[in-house]
């Protein structure tokens, strides 16, 4: 099977949202780090809240692997981790030190251009199946 090329574009939103999910395995490396060595009120809030970042992290880091694959879902994936990211940036970004928001912000704005482009649109396209009817499924 000959597989065409594939576009940078798809390659750099990949490393990107590879990137972002390394950065949320960081998180949670750190909130373990948090736990064993400081007191908390909610040892079991904290306990979630390392182990949700643990699991956010591996689900992101699948959806970077997917999308060098060049999967067709990756694209509602992708819409959706930017669009929570952005969320927590614009919480950030209300605050007295915005920096960390802008930190968030600027690459998910990244991501919903680059999922959007011609080259990645056409790398993730679901292959057309034509059943006779003409209809394309």
Known sequence: MNERPKPALLYLLAALILLEGVALAAAAIYLVVEIITQPHDSLSSAIA???????AAALV????????????????????IAILQLLVAYSILITNVPILGWV???????????VFTK??????????????????F
């Open 49 to 55: 809240y390392a182990v949700t970042t643990a699991i």
């Open 61 to 80: 880091i699948v959806v970077a692997r997917a999308t060098i694959a060049g999967r067709p879902w990756i694209r509602g994936a992708t819409v959706c």
């Open 104 to 114: 968030l912000a600027v690459p998910a704005l990244a991501l919903l251009v680059l």
């Open 119 to 136: 080259p990645v649109l056409r790398a993730t396209a679901r292959p057309s199946r034509d059943d006779g009817d003409g209809r394309a």
